[in-house]
């Protein structure tokens, strides 16, 4: 059994959450090429169908993913090849505004986000105080596909941006372009 899975409550994080980067994004210089930022430029939380139709879930709504460490709140998408109890996302998509010169509306900082604020490097205390680190105890590699998480659908009218959201880093860089239409002259 996993490390996080036996730490965690499992009625009250009964699903599992993964990530995993499109082949296009595997290195950061992707973030900057303007035709993968059209196809990569958004990410929905893919929900196994019949958890979609447990929770009252549609593609475009959104929803609450919590687990002991955190809450991000993300558009979802019905995926009915998938786990009936897995979540899964593309990863290396969701971007901080003013990284990579990216202003405050691109879809990488509105529709785009990352399950790492649900993921802590340590696991929860136990009885002792004790906390272990939550990675693989051979590699050290974080424990990227050991994370427990429960769903629920978001109230109210859709919201601006995924959550968290933070402010805008300053760098070097001016900044880019909200929207990305290059090669929009040759479709016509």
């Excluded at 505004?97 to 691109?106: F, K, P, S, T, V």
């Excluded at 760098?171 to 929009?184: D, H, L």
Aim: glycine letters at 10%.
């Amino acid at each position: 059994m996993a490390f996080e899975e036996a730490a965690v409550d499992q009625a009250e994080y009964p699903l599992h959450a993964i990530t995993q980067r499109p082949a296009a994004m595997y290195h950061s210089w992707g973030s900057q090429n303007a035709w993968l930022r059209q196809i990569h430029g958004r990410n929905p939380l893919y929900v196994p169908g019949e958890l979609c139709d447990q929770h009252g879930l549609e593609d475009g709504d959104w929803a609450h993913v919590s687990s002991y460490h955190g809450r991000i709140t993300v558009p979802v998408a019905r995926m009915d090849a998938v786990n009936g109890k897995t979540l899964w996302t593309w990863n290396a998509i969701g971007k901080r505004a003013g990284a990579w010169a990216l202003n405050e509306n691109a879809p990488e900082v509105t529709k785009g986000f990352l399950l790492n604020h649900l993921i802590h490097e340590l696991l929860p205390p136990k009885g002792d105080g004790m906390r272990w680190t939550n990675s693989d105890p051979i590699t050290g590699q974080a424990a990227w596909y050991d994370l427990r998480v429960k769903i629920e659908k978001a109230d109210g009218p859709p919201p601006e941006t995924t959550k968290p959201s933070f402010s805008a880093q300053k760098g070097p860089a001016k900044e880019g372009p909200s929207i990305v239409t290059y090669g929009e002259e040759w479709t016509k």
